[in-house]
């Protein structure tokens, strides 16, 4: 059974970092693209970043551009993504999916994700 499961998620204050985690079983992620998205309250859920399966490529919604990072560690088939300088805006539940192995990370904030986690909640108090 293929699972993708987020840690790290949690209460912190404006200004301040986290760092999710998202652990893959079931089967290898090592060749596909995966990606970060999220969803606030009463919002639709919208794409935060994605990385290529080398790690070499990565992308970021422009509201995230420059304080978040992801990243990942295929030999432990986990993705990170590193948030710093965290806004009020930022909170939400964060979401980690994989892409079809025919999808490219520049591809992945179009969606069409082949699997996803259940999310972490992330709350950023002023």
């Known amino acids: 059974q293929v699972q993708l499961v987020e840690s790290g998620g949690g209460l912190v204050q404006a200004g301040g970092s986290l760092r999710l985690s998202c652990l893959a079983s079931?089967?290898?992620?090592?060749?596909?693209?995966m990606g970060w998205f999220r969803q606030a309250p009463g919002k639709e859920r919208e794409f935060v970043a994605a990385i290529s399966w080398s790690g070499g490529r990565t992308y970021y919604a422009d509201s995230v551009k420059g304080r978040f990072t992801i990243s990942r560690d295929n030999a432990k088939n986990t993705v990170y993504l590193q948030m710093n300088s965290l806004k009020t805006e930022d909170a939400a539940v964060y979401y980690c999916a994989a892409a079809p192995s025919s999808t490219q990370a520049r591809g992945v904030s179009l969606g069409g994700m082949d699997y996803w986690g259940k999310g972490a909640l992330v709350t950023v108090s002023s």
């Open positions: 079931g089967r290898t992620f090592s060749s596909s693209a």
